[in-house]
């Protein structure tokens, strides 16, 4: 529910991913996607528009919530399961780069505002505690898109220069 | 024959389940476990939406459609396929019918919850929000089509070009 929209998380990703390409060699396009991947990858929690918990409850028969999905925990092993998707010799470095993306989706999720002004279990399952948001913006407000979208954009143009 | 060794590939296989399990785990676990407004942790629909008077005099988030406006009552789902109307009191702006309201505020009765913040967002909002969220997956899905491919002797997806700028 409060959670900004992907466009914004991916635009994010791949800023980060463009802006480490200036500075290492290794980071080239399938790079800079995999950070791109894994700002987009704790919204998997989305699944439950589509298959509520309630439901997947119901055919199961025990208790069952998509809620890890969105937190750090749940994208260490998510990301984990991506690195393990790639060959060997790509593991470590594709687990970094999915791992920065995940980060910053969760920097921006933090930032965002919702009715109770607390935030989603960050330390889960080492503690339930919520930490205040930043309340700083709505997940359909349309100014965190135009900037990432801008800031991409610039991104782009310094990337076409200097290669 | 280092028939007890594991090769490279298997330990890939058993540390990919073991992933999934803990996964797995930890959705079953997230399940069992239920609101503390110690841990700012409040009930939403899904604890509040089938029996509300439980949670008399205390905290609640509830989201649903405005239905009325005088007073705004808004409807909220919960369960698979339940339904209840709440009446939000004190609002500090106007709602229209149809749009998506999400108020945090206290229980004073079954069907009455008083507002201490609230998101409104009005349909197009939504489907906006969801549109862009597709093009944004879309975007990735288009790239890691482009950038990487599937290694068959490996079973493992590679850059398509690894000099490739």
Same mark, same amino acid.
């Given at each position: 529910?409060?959670?900004? !929209?992907?466009?914004?998380?991916?635009?994010?990703?791949?800023?980060?991913?463009?802006?480490?390409?200036? +500075?290492?060699?290794?980071? +080239?396009?399938?790079?800079?996607?995999?950070?791109?991947?894994?700002?987009?990858?704790? &919204?998997?929690?989305?699944?439950?528009?589509?298959?509520?918990?309630?439901?997947?409850? /119901?055919?199961?028969?025990?208790?069952?919530?998509?809620?890890?999905?969105?937190?750090?925990?749940?994208?260490?092993?998510?990301?984990?399961? %991506?690195?393990? /998707?790639?060959?060997?010799?790509?593991?470590?470095?594709?687990?970094?780069?999915?791992?920065?993306?995940?980060?910053?989706?969760?920097?921006? !999720?933090? /930032? /965002?505002?919702?009715?109770? %002004?607390?935030?989603?279990?960050?330390?889960?399952?080492?503690? &339930?505690?919520?930490?205040?948001?930043?309340?700083?913006?709505?997940?359909? !407000? +349309?100014?965190?898109?135009?900037?990432? %979208?801008?800031?991409?954009?610039?991104?782009?143009?310094?990337?076409?220069?200097?290669? | 024959?280092?028939?007890?060794?594991?090769?490279?590939?298997?330990?890939?296989?058993?540390?990919?389940?073991?992933?999934?399990? #803990?996964?797995?785990?930890?959705?079953?676990?997230?399940?069992?476990? #239920?609101?503390? $407004?110690?841990?700012?942790?409040?009930?939403?629909?899904?604890? @509040?939406?089938?029996? $509300?008077?439980?949670?008399?005099?205390?905290?609640?988030?509830?989201?649903?459609?405005?239905?009325?406006?005088?007073?705004?009552?808004?409807?909220?789902?919960?369960?698979? @396929?339940?339904?209840?109307?709440?009446?939000?009191?004190?609002?500090?702006?106007?709602?229209?019918?149809?749009?998506?309201?999400?108020?945090?505020?206290?229980?004073?009765?079954?069907?009455?919850?008083?507002?201490?913040?609230?998101?409104?967002?009005?349909?197009?909002?939504?489907?906006?929000?969801?549109?862009? #969220?597709?093009?944004?997956?879309?975007?990735?899905?288009?790239?890691?089509?482009?950038?990487?491919?599937?290694?068959?002797?490996?079973? @493992?997806?590679?850059?398509?070009?690894?000099?490739?700028?």
């Amino acid at each position: 529910m409060t959670m900004a !929209d992907v466009l914004t998380h991916v635009l994010v990703g791949y800023i980060l991913g463009t802006v480490f390409s200036f +500075r290492s060699e290794w980071v +080239r396009a399938p790079q800079v996607t995999l950070v791109m991947l894994g700002a987009l990858s704790p &919204d998997i929690v989305k699944i439950k528009l589509l298959l509520s918990a309630e439901m997947v409850e /119901l055919a199961l028969g025990m208790p069952f919530s998509w809620r890890p999905l969105h937190t750090p925990t749940g994208s260490f092993l998510v990301v984990g399961l %991506g690195a393990l /998707l790639v060959s060997a010799e790509h593991r470590n470095r594709v687990f970094v780069l999915l791992a920065v993306g995940a980060g910053s989706h969760h920097i921006l !999720d933090v /930032l /965002l505002i919702n009715p109770s %002004g607390y935030a989603y279990p960050l330390c889960w399952p080492l503690t &339930d505690y919520r930490p205040p948001r930043g309340m700083l913006y709505l997940s359909s !407000d +349309r100014l965190p898109v135009l900037v990432a %979208g801008t800031v991409a954009a610039i991104v782009w143009k310094v990337q076409k220069k200097i290669r | 024959m280092p028939s007890l060794e594991m090769n490279g590939q298997s330990v890939r296989l058993m540390t990919f389940l073991g992933l999934v399990v #803990s996964l797995v785990a930890l959705l079953l676990w997230a399940g069992t476990l #239920s609101p503390n $407004p110690g841990m700012n942790s409040f009930p939403g629909n899904a604890e @509040a939406g089938p029996n $509300p008077s439980v949670y008399l005099g205390q905290h609640v988030s509830l989201g649903g459609t405005v239905v009325s406006t005088q007073p705004v009552v808004v409807e909220i789902e919960y369960g698979v @396929a339940d339904m209840r109307q709440i009446t939000f009191v004190n609002l500090d702006r106007s709602v229209s019918e149809g749009q998506q309201i999400t108020g945090f505020g206290v229980l004073t009765d079954g069907s009455t919850l008083v507002i201490e913040r609230v998101i409104v967002r009005s349909p197009w909002e939504i489907w906006y929000m969801y549109v862009i #969220s597709f093009f944004g997956g879309l975007w990735v899905l288009s790239r890691i089509v482009t950038h990487w491919e599937i290694d068959r002797d490996q079973l @493992a997806f590679r850059p398509r070009c690894d000099d490739d700028g």
